[in-house]
Nanobody, 124 residues
Framework: QVQLVESGGGLVQAGGSLRLSCAAS????????RGWFRQAPGKEREFVAA????????YSADSVKGRFTISRDDAKNTVYLQMNSLKPEDTAVYYC?????????????????WGQGTQVTVSS
Protein backbone atom coordinates (compact mmCIF):
# COMPACT_ATOMS: atom_id res chain seq x y z
CA GLN A 1 0.00 0.00 0.00
CA VAL A 2 1.28 3.43 -0.89
CA GLN A 3 2.37 5.55 2.01
CA LEU A 4 1.33 9.20 2.16
CA VAL A 5 3.21 11.56 4.46
CA GLU A 6 1.92 15.05 5.19
CA SER A 7 3.98 17.96 6.44
CA GLY A 8 3.75 21.73 6.79
CA GLY A 9 1.14 22.08 9.51
CA GLY A 10 1.55 24.45 12.43
CA LEU A 11 0.23 27.46 14.31
CA VAL A 12 -0.61 30.62 12.41
CA GLN A 13 -2.57 33.79 13.11
CA ALA A 14 -5.83 34.52 11.35
CA GLY A 15 -5.17 35.99 7.92
CA GLY A 16 -1.89 34.13 7.59
CA SER A 17 -0.80 31.38 5.21
CA LEU A 18 0.52 27.84 5.34
CA ARG A 19 1.49 25.32 2.67
CA LEU A 20 0.87 21.66 3.31
CA SER A 21 2.75 18.94 1.44
CA CYS A 22 1.89 15.30 0.89
CA ALA A 23 4.58 12.99 -0.44
CA ALA A 24 3.77 9.54 -1.79
CA SER A 25 6.10 6.60 -1.42
CA UNK A 26 5.37 5.16 -4.85
CA UNK A 27 5.88 7.07 -8.06
CA UNK A 28 3.02 5.19 -9.77
CA UNK A 29 0.57 7.17 -7.68
CA UNK A 30 1.59 10.32 -9.45
CA UNK A 31 -0.78 9.10 -12.18
CA UNK A 32 -3.81 9.18 -9.90
CA UNK A 33 -5.98 11.75 -8.20
CA ARG A 34 -5.00 13.21 -4.86
CA GLY A 35 -6.99 15.15 -2.30
CA TRP A 36 -7.13 16.85 1.06
CA PHE A 37 -9.64 16.41 3.88
CA ARG A 38 -9.80 17.94 7.33
CA GLN A 39 -11.29 17.00 10.67
CA ALA A 40 -11.92 19.45 13.47
CA PRO A 41 -12.44 18.26 17.07
CA GLY A 42 -15.89 16.77 17.53
CA LYS A 43 -16.70 17.00 13.82
CA GLU A 44 -16.74 14.60 10.91
CA ARG A 45 -13.93 14.51 8.39
CA GLU A 46 -14.79 16.81 5.50
CA PHE A 47 -13.54 17.18 1.94
CA VAL A 48 -11.34 20.20 1.20
CA ALA A 49 -9.89 19.88 -2.31
CA ALA A 50 -8.80 17.37 -4.94
CA UNK A 51 -6.69 17.31 -8.08
CA UNK A 52 -6.83 14.84 -10.96
CA UNK A 53 -3.93 13.20 -12.75
CA UNK A 54 -4.08 16.20 -15.05
CA UNK A 55 -2.90 19.07 -12.90
CA UNK A 56 -5.40 21.45 -14.49
CA UNK A 57 -8.33 19.48 -13.17
CA UNK A 58 -9.16 20.56 -9.62
CA TYR A 59 -12.17 20.81 -7.34
CA SER A 60 -12.51 22.62 -4.02
CA ALA A 61 -15.11 22.84 -1.31
CA ASP A 62 -17.09 26.08 -1.25
CA SER A 63 -15.71 26.90 2.20
CA VAL A 64 -12.16 27.21 0.87
CA LYS A 65 -12.67 28.46 -2.70
CA GLY A 66 -10.62 31.56 -3.39
CA ARG A 67 -8.41 30.91 -0.36
CA PHE A 68 -6.93 27.41 -0.80
CA THR A 69 -5.17 26.08 -3.89
CA ILE A 70 -4.28 22.46 -4.57
CA SER A 71 -1.41 21.62 -6.89
CA ARG A 72 0.91 18.72 -7.68
CA ASP A 73 4.52 18.18 -8.65
CA ASP A 74 4.79 14.73 -10.21
CA ALA A 75 8.56 14.96 -10.42
CA LYS A 76 8.56 15.02 -6.63
CA ASN A 77 5.50 12.76 -6.31
CA THR A 78 4.04 15.43 -4.05
CA VAL A 79 0.75 17.29 -3.79
CA TYR A 80 0.43 20.66 -2.09
CA LEU A 81 -2.31 22.67 -0.42
CA GLN A 82 -1.57 26.38 -0.32
CA MET A 83 -3.79 27.96 2.32
CA ASN A 84 -4.18 31.73 2.39
CA SER A 85 -6.39 34.06 4.42
CA LEU A 86 -6.70 31.43 7.11
CA LYS A 87 -9.56 31.63 9.59
CA PRO A 88 -9.94 30.12 13.07
CA GLU A 89 -12.59 27.79 11.64
CA ASP A 90 -9.91 26.27 9.40
CA THR A 91 -8.34 24.74 12.51
CA ALA A 92 -8.28 20.96 12.05
CA VAL A 93 -6.13 17.95 11.35
CA TYR A 94 -5.55 17.86 7.60
CA TYR A 95 -5.31 14.52 5.84
CA CYS A 96 -3.99 13.66 2.40
CA UNK A 97 -5.70 11.00 0.28
CA UNK A 98 -5.10 9.17 -2.99
CA UNK A 99 -7.68 7.61 -5.27
CA UNK A 100 -8.92 6.96 -8.78
CA UNK A 101 -10.49 10.33 -9.58
CA UNK A 102 -11.62 13.63 -8.14
CA UNK A 103 -15.17 12.30 -7.88
CA UNK A 104 -14.22 9.14 -6.03
CA UNK A 105 -12.06 11.10 -3.63
CA UNK A 106 -14.62 13.83 -3.03
CA UNK A 107 -17.36 11.30 -2.27
CA UNK A 108 -14.94 8.91 -0.54
CA UNK A 109 -16.22 6.17 -2.81
CA UNK A 110 -12.71 5.18 -3.83
CA UNK A 111 -9.89 6.31 -1.55
CA UNK A 112 -6.96 3.94 -1.65
CA UNK A 113 -4.74 5.48 0.95
CA TRP A 114 -4.75 8.08 3.73
CA GLY A 115 -1.91 9.99 5.32
CA GLN A 116 -1.45 10.23 9.07
CA GLY A 117 -2.57 13.87 9.25
CA THR A 118 -0.96 17.18 10.13
CA GLN A 119 -2.35 19.69 12.62
CA VAL A 120 -3.25 23.20 11.50
CA THR A 121 -4.19 25.69 14.21
CA VAL A 122 -5.35 29.21 13.37
CA SER A 123 -5.47 31.66 16.25
CA SER A 124 -7.79 34.66 16.31
Amino acid sequence: QVQLVESGGGLVQAGGSLRLSCAASERTFSRYARGWFRQAPGKEREFVAAIGWSAGDTYSADSVKGRFTISRDDAKNTVYLQMNSLKPEDTAVYYCAAGLSIATIRTRAGIWSWGQGTQVTVSS
